[in-house]
T-cell receptor, first 113, second 111 residues
Framework: DVKVTQSSRYLVKRTGEKVFLECVQD?????MFWYRQDPGLGLRLIYF???????EKGDIPEGYSVSREKKERFSLILESASTNQTSMYLC????????????FGSGTRLTVV | DQQVKQNSPSLSVQEGRISILNCDYT??????FLWYKKYPAEGPTFLIS?????DKNEDGRFTVFLNKSAKHLSLHIVPSQPGDSAVYFC??????????FGTGTSLTVIP
C-alpha cells in the first residue's frame, strides 16, 4: 500500500514564525499536492508538483511556498505564519495523469497563535 | 469558481436506511470521479470511483451513480451504519494531474 507520511499531526506556532510542513511518500509517485481543509470550504489546493523541482500554484498559494528537491518529499513552507493559516493541512500523492486517484496523508492540524 | 459542488453540508440518516449524497459539477471535460471519506483528525481515504464510460459502479454497500447529461453524481450507502458517520468528498478530474474537490457532506448515521 502507498503510504503518505506527514511529519507532524499537531503543530502550534506563533504569528510571524517560518513553518515547515513535511510530506514523504514511498511509492515513487510523480505527483504531490498540498491542500488545506476548512469547515464549509472543503479541500482547497495550495500547490502541487508533478516532478522534482517543479511546482504549480493551486487555488490559494498566497502566503505559502513549496520545495520538492527529491521525488518522495514535498515540503510546504509558511513564510510568516498568520492566524488565518490555522487549518488542517493535507498532503497527497498520485501516480500520474489520467484519473489516478490520490492517496492522502493523515494531515497536520496547525494552530497559529 | 467551484467546479464541483456538494450543496448539502450535512445529512442525518437512521441506521439501516439508505444514505444518498449528491454532487454536481460544471466542467463537461471531467471524465473520472471519486468519493472520499474523512474521519476527524485523519486524512481522506478513497471509497469508490467511476469513469464517464459507466453510469453505475458498485462496491458492497456503496454505489455511485453518474448522470453525465445532468453533470450529477450520487453516492448511495445501503444499509447505513454508525461507522459510516464521516465527511464525504466527491472529486472530479479531466484526465490531468489534478482532482477538483467538493466542499464535503457530513453524514451522521443515528443508531
Amino acid at each position: 500500500d502507498v503510504k503518505v507520511t506527514q511529519s507532524s499531526r499537531y503543530l502550534v506556532k506563533r504569528t510571524g514564525e517560518k513553518v515547515f510542513l513535511e510530506c514523504v511518500q514511498d511509492m515513487d509517485h510523480e505527483n504531490m499536492f498540498w491542500y488545506r481543509q476548512d469547515p464549509g470550504l472543503g479541500l482547497r489546493l495550495i500547490y502541487f508538483s508533478y516532478d522534482v523541482k517543479m511546482k504549480e500554484k493551486g487555488d490559494i498559494p498566497e502566503g505559502y511556498s513549496v520545495s520538492r528537491e527529491k521525488k518522495e518529499r514535498f515540503s510546504l513552507i509558511l513564510e510568516s505564519a498568520s492566524t488565518n493559516q490555522t487549518s488542517m493541512y493535507l498532503c497527497a500523492s498520485s501516480l500520474g495523469a489520467g484519473g489516478y486517484g490520490y492517496t492522502f496523508g493523515s494531515g497536520t492540524r496547525l494552530t497559529v497563535v | 469558481d467551484q467546479q464541483v459542488k456538494q450543496n448539502s453540508p450535512s445529512l442525518s440518516v437512521q441506521e439501516g436506511r439508505i444514505s444518498i449524497l449528491n454532487c454536481d459539477y460544471t466542467n463537461s471535460m471531467f471524465d473520472y470521479f471519486l468519493w472520499y471519506k474523512k474521519y476527524p483528525a485523519e486524512g481522506p481515504t478513497f471509497l469508490i470511483s467511476i469513469s464517464s464510460i459507466k453510469d453505475k459502479n458498485e462496491d458492497g454497500r456503496f454505489t455511485v451513480f453518474l448522470n453525465k447529461s445532468a453533470k450529477h453524481l450520487s453516492l448511495h450507502i445501503v444499509p447505513s451504519q454508525p461507522g459510516d458517520s464521516a465527511v464525504y468528498f466527491c472529486a472530479a478530474s479531466g484526465g490531468g494531474n489534478q482532482f477538483y474537490f467538493g466542499t464535503g457532506t457530513s453524514l451522521t448515521v443515528i443508531p
